[in-house]
Nanobody, 123 residues
Framework: QVTLAESGGGLAQAGGSLRLSCAASGRILSISVTGWYREVPGKQRDLLALITSDGNANYEDTVKGRFTISRDNAENTMYLQENSLRPDKTGVYYC?????????????????WGQGTQVTVSS
C-alpha cells in the first residue's frame, strides 16, 4: 500500500509564499508522475502542476511563473513552492502520484491522493 501525506499548508498574505510537501511511503518501486491539485467547495478539483520522473514540469496558466513543482526521487517527496500568492488560490491542496508498487511478488500500478492541506491567502 502506498500513502501520500501533505504538509506545509496554512495562512499566507497576498504576495507571500508557502511551500507544500508531499511524502510518499510504502512499497514504492517508482513514481512516474506526480501533481498538485486545488479544490474549493462546489467546484471540481483543478490540476495546477505536474512533474514526470525525468523532471518535465507543466503548469496551469494562472500559476506559471509563480509556482514551482519539484521532486526528490531518492526520498519519494514532492514539493510545490508557491510564490506571489493571490486570494484566488485559497483552497485545499492535494498531491497525486502514479507509479509502480509491489503486491506480494507482483509489480502493480498505483494511483494515490494525499489527504489534502488547507491553503488560505488573505488579501
Amino acid at each position: 500500500q502506498v500513502t501520500l501525506a501533505e504538509s506545509g499548508g496554512g495562512l499566507a498574505q497576498a504576495g507571500g509564499s508557502l511551500r507544500l510537501s508531499c511524502a510518499a511511503s510504502g512499497r514504492i518501486l517508482s513514481i512516474s508522475v506526480t501533481g498538485w491539485y486545488r479544490e474549493v467547495p462546489g467546484k471540481q478539483r483543478d490540476l495546477l502542476a505536474l512533474i514526470t520522473s525525468d523532471g518535465n514540469a507543466n503548469y496551469e496558466d494562472t500559476v506559471k511563473g509563480r509556482f514551482t513543482i519539484s521532486r526528490d526521487n531518492a526520498e519519494n517527496t514532492m514539493y510545490l513552492q508557491e510564490n506571489s500568492l493571490r486570494p484566488d488560490k485559497t483552497g485545499v491542496y492535494y498531491c497525486y502520484a502514479a507509479g509502480d508498487t509491489r503486491w506480494g511478488t507482483t509489480e502493480v500500478a498505483f494511483t494515490e491522493w494525499g489527504q489534502g492541506t488547507q491553503v488560505t491567502v488573505s488579501s
